[in-house]
């Protein structure tokens, strides 16, 4: 047996116990990864199927061992779904489950923290590829895609320089208490899903076009919601089966792509990101990647305090040299402060928007609060960008859409 090292914790640096912990962090991150679900799948259960039938029972049955929170129902529709990810796409599902890696624990944390199912873990799968700074054209943003209303209407920052809809744990708080509230008026977690993509208000709709007294599930009001919004129940169910599957379909994980190890550090004064990669041995694609909210790479804390996430290994050796960091402000923040440059910014930001703008042909059985749902933008917005002054609309007529 190897005799153990005699130097004590007390003897260790800072810094040399920062990368202890590091390492520690990273490791139970990973076996939680790899452990997770797997005392519930069948060692003999592999895939060796032939016929459709064969292919049905097998995925029916292996979601049925499941132990979820949310009924995983199987019909034909939900096998399109599960093929998507573990066949066609199988390469950009082991990418976002190595993503996955850093920011499942995350999310699972805040699940059980609000009482919701963890199983709700995978929708930001469906919703942005697990990509933080995801941008869709309507302007939904971060994992959890929030339109900047409902982000700041659940405490989110959002302004020219920071947008906390790209902040992991800022944005997964804010979708937790969402949910939450949506369940607490649906009653029902496919429902919730249906009314998280579309919004209330189209489910709303669709429950009352099914008419009748009582109780609507997803199903009963299916063939009444938006297009895309069919399809989020069944991929929740594809993403939640990929997951727990995915090694019995050979999809390869690989390792994260964002350190699983990190901590923060406060800031109480303005900083540019680069004056930390600058002086300390972090890179600032990592910088980024841990801190996807900072829009301009400027953390611009002026009036209050902001953090900065760091590699945990980091942190100590971040806090040795902050004044060196602080003292390089006039440097890297010169295009920041200087009122030409962002004029200069403003002015693309302006253009981006006009290249950015799309023309729709209106259809048959069209209605402004159907076109701006699928769009994910507001009626009111499509009746200012096309100076409409009724929700009247004319089969052939052009709308204006700024993505």
Not at 33 to 58: G, H, M, T, V
Not at 167 to 188: F, G, K, Q, V, W
Not at 316 to 321: A, F, Q, V
Request: one cysteine or more.
């Amino acid at each position: 047996m190897e005799e153990p090292n005699e130097m004590s914790f007390t003897e260790l640096k800072p810094r040399q116990l920062d990368s202890l912990v590091a390492i520690w962090d990273t490791g139970i991150n990973q076996r939680s990864f790899e452990k997770f679900y797997r005392e519930f799948i069948l060692p003999d259960d592999e895939i060796d199927a032939k016929s459709d039938e064969q292919l049905d029972n097998l995925y029916a049955n292996r979601l049925r061992l499941l132990p979820s929170g949310v009924p995983l129902p199987y019909n034909a529709v939900v096998r399109k779904s599960i093929e998507r990810y573990v066949d066609r796409g199988r390469t950009t599902t082991g990418e976002m489950l190595s993503k996955a890696k850093y920011y499942f624990p995350m999310i699972e944390d805040a699940l059980l923290k609000y009482g919701l199912p963890v199983e709700l873990r995978v929708v930001p799968i469906i919703e942005s590829a697990m990509n933080p700074i995801a941008l869709s054209r309507a302007g939904a943003s971060g994992l959890w895609q929030f339109m900047a209303r409902t982000g700041k209407g659940y405490g989110l920052e959002v302004n020219s320089l920071v947008d906390e809809r790209r902040d992991p744990i800022a944005s997964t708080d804010a979708a937790c208490r969402y949910m939450r509230d949506l369940y607490n008026i649906y009653e029902d977690w496919f429902l919730v899903l249906a009314a998280y993509n579309c919004g209330p208000g189209n489910v709303n709709k669709a429950m009352a076009r099914v008419g009748g007294d009582g109780k609507k599930s997803f199903w009963d009001i299916y063939e009444y919601l938006p297009a895309e919004t069919r399809g989020y129940v069944p991929a929740f169910i594809g993403a939640l089966y990929a997951y727990s599957y995915y090694d019995k379909h050979n999809i390869k994980v690989g390792p994260s792509p964002i350190p699983l190890a990190v901590d923060t550090v406060s800031v109480n004064r303005i900083m540019h990101l680069e004056q930390v990669s600058s002086t300390i041995d972090v890179p600032l694609d990592v910088l980024r990647s841990l801190n996807p909210q900072y829009k301009e790479n400027i953390i611009p804390a002026t009036i209050k305090e902001y953090t900065l996430v760091l590699p945990r290994e980091m942190c100590t050796t971040y806090i040795e040299h902050e004044d060196e960091i602080m003292s390089k402000d006039s440097l890297y923040l010169k295009e920041y402060i200087n009122p030409a440059n962002i004029e200069k910014k403003r002015l693309e930001q302006i253009e981006r928007n006009i290249n950015n703008t799309i023309t729709y042909t209106v259809k048959k059985g069209d209605t402004l609060s159907g076109i701006a749902g699928r769009n994910r933008v507001t009626v009111a917005q499509l009746k200012k960008w096309n100076n409409l002054r009724s929700d009247r609309l004319s089969i052939g007529q052009k709308l204006k859409i700024i993505k």
